[in-house]
């Protein structure tokens, strides 16, 4: 079964660091999205990238956050500089043609830990 | 604006045992529905949908019922078994909606 994966799955960084975390979607797809979940609180919306642009973001990716897909595989999430409070699991999920968020496969999922 | 509530966790049961996880939400119009699971070291999955009012989704012999009424869609299985451990996420998107707005995840873990 096609699956979308995620690298590291845990990154321990120093605060004001630069983090990248990676994900290869599942290679037909065309909508790709970054969530993330502080522990303990609700999974919430980053952003989501289709045909090279970001198409929607939450008020949470600031100017410190970026998304890149250098290449037809690899979509990856940067974190300029790192403050505690971005400590949490980052997912990544694709969608095929339909575009329907119902339909999104995710990864496991990146833990970040910035001290 | 949309928000999804979920039980807290964790939940623990003895294998066969009847489970439910309530959700309840608040959005406006009529939103689609999801149950999403995690297993251990795996993503999230779709574990089943609603699409409108008195919808019943189902999968893997779960079952949640989305009533308008109570803005509720809880999850329910008759008799769990140990491979049901896991995180389960309810979750809501508006018609044409970019994005999900999801809960906290309730912890389920099944004893023998």
């Known amino acids: 079964e096609p699956e979308v994966t995620q690298t590291p799955s845990h990154q321990v960084t120093q605060m004001g660091q630069e983090v990248i975390l990676r994900c290869v979607p599942i290679?037909?797809?065309?909508?790709f999205y970054w969530y993330r979940q502080i522990l303990g609180q609700k999974v919430e919306f980053l952003v989501s990238?289709?045909?090279?642009?970001?198409?929607?973001k939450s008020e949470i990716f600031d100017d410190q956050f970026s998304v890149e897909r250098p290449d037809g595989s690899n979509f990856t999430l940067k974190i300029r500089s790192t403050k505690l409070e971005d400590s949490a699991m980052y997912f990544c999920?694709?969608?095929?043609?339909?575009?329907?968020?119902?339909?999104?496969?995710f990864g496991e999922g990146s833990r970040l830990t910035v001290l | 604006g949309d928000s999804v509530t979920q039980m807290e966790g964790p939940v623990t049961l003895s294998e066969e045992a009847f489970l439910t996880i309530n959700c309840t939400y608040t959005?406006?119009?009529?939103?689609?529905l999801f149950w999403y699971v995690q297993y251990p070291g795996e993503g999230l999955q779709l574990l089943l949908k609603?699409?409108?009012?008195?919808d019943k989704g189902s999968n893997k012999g779960f079952e949640a019922t989305y009533r308008k009424e109570t803005t509720s869609f809880h999850l329910e299985k008759g008799s769990v078994q140990v491979s049901d451990s896991a995180v389960y996420f309810c979750?809501?998107?508006?018609?044409?909606?970019?994005?999900?707005?999801f809960g906290t995840g309730t912890r389920l873990t099944v004893i023998p």
């Open positions: 999920a694709s969608v095929g043609e339909s575009g329907l968020v119902g339909e999104l496969f």
């Open positions: 290679s037909n797809h065309l909508y």
């Open positions: 990238f289709y045909n090279n642009e970001i198409s929607e």
């Open positions: 959005a406006t119009g009529y939103p689609s």
């Open positions: 609603a699409t409108k009012a008195d």
């Open positions: 979750a809501l998107s508006q018609t044409g909606a970019n994005n999900l707005f």
